[in-house]
């Protein structure tokens, strides 16, 4: 069947250092990539995507990279800070379906 | 403001009690969808609704209704035939074309007692 999958669900990290939270999808059908930020008993929010004909897409502070060779994506978060403590959702968006598949989530926790 | 808006933010039902919860947008978006979230779990799409007076079942339907009769609400029904109906409920919204972004109301956790 076709997933997305996180390869780990919990990370922690120290103020200031960069984070990397890494994703496996197995629908090489998918159009784009989404990653997605929810903090504790609120909604997910958008973060930034990634058009799968691109390998790297760079925001404020994020930076999501997709291989496709290997079906992997990544988002890295540079000096995180506090406020970044939440559970992060990849998801992918497959041509106009507007459906998207979610991934189970990784837990960021920032340790001062 | 523009957003979506999903009501009441805690609700309680007694086994058996059918139980509807709101989600209102005025963001003009065509797209509304109803996921349920389990504690530590991601989402699962239970409903889906492309279009006014149009609504697609998502991954876990069974035990849940909806209507779009109005573009802006997107209401959910828990009936008492959703057999472990305790959980996060979220309604999301999306814009026409190919736009990635939903946006996600805040959410109702609802409770059977």
């Known amino acids: 069947g076709e997933s997305v999958g996180l390869h780990l669900p919990t990370l922690s990290v120290q103020e200031g250092d960069n984070s990397i939270i890494n994703c496996a999808y197995s629908?090489?059908?998918?159009?784009?990539f989404i990653w997605y930020k929810q903090e504790s008993g609120k909604g997910p929010q958008f973060i930034i995507d990634?058009?799968?004909n691109m390998d790297k897409r760079q925001g404020q502070r994020v930076t999501v990279l997709l291989n496709k060779t290997v079906k992997h994506l990544s988002l890295q978060i540079a000096a995180t800070q506090p406020g970044d403590s939440a559970v992060y959702f990849c998801?992918?968006?497959?041509?106009?379906?507007?459906?998207?598949?979610w991934g189970l989530g990784t837990s960021l926790a920032v340790n001062p | 403001d523009g957003g979506i808006t999903q009501s009441p933010k805690y609700l309680f039902r007694k086994e058996g009690q059918n139980v509807t919860l709101s989600c209102e947008q005025n963001?003009?978006?065509?797209?509304m969808y109803w996921y349920r979230q389990d504690p530590g779990q991601g989402l699962r799409l239970i409903y889906y609704?492309?279009?006014?007076?149009?609504?697609q079942k998502g991954d876990i339907a069974e035990g849940y209704s909806v209507s779009r009769e109005k573009k802006e609400s997107f209401p959910l029904t828990v009936t008492s035939a959703q057999k472990n109906p305790t959980a996060f409920y979220l309604c999301?919204?999306?814009?026409?074309?190919?736009?990635?972004?939903?946006?996600f109301g805040q959410g109702t956790r609802l409770t059977v007692v």
């Open positions: 990634i058009r799968s």
């Open positions: 629908n090489s059908a998918s159009d784009y």
């Open positions: 609704s492309q279009i006014v007076n149009d609504f």
């Open positions: 999301a919204s999306s814009p026409a074309g190919a736009s990635t972004e939903a946006f």
């Open positions: 963001l003009n978006h065509d797209a």
């Open positions: 998801a992918e968006k497959v041509g106009n379906n507007r459906k998207l598949i």
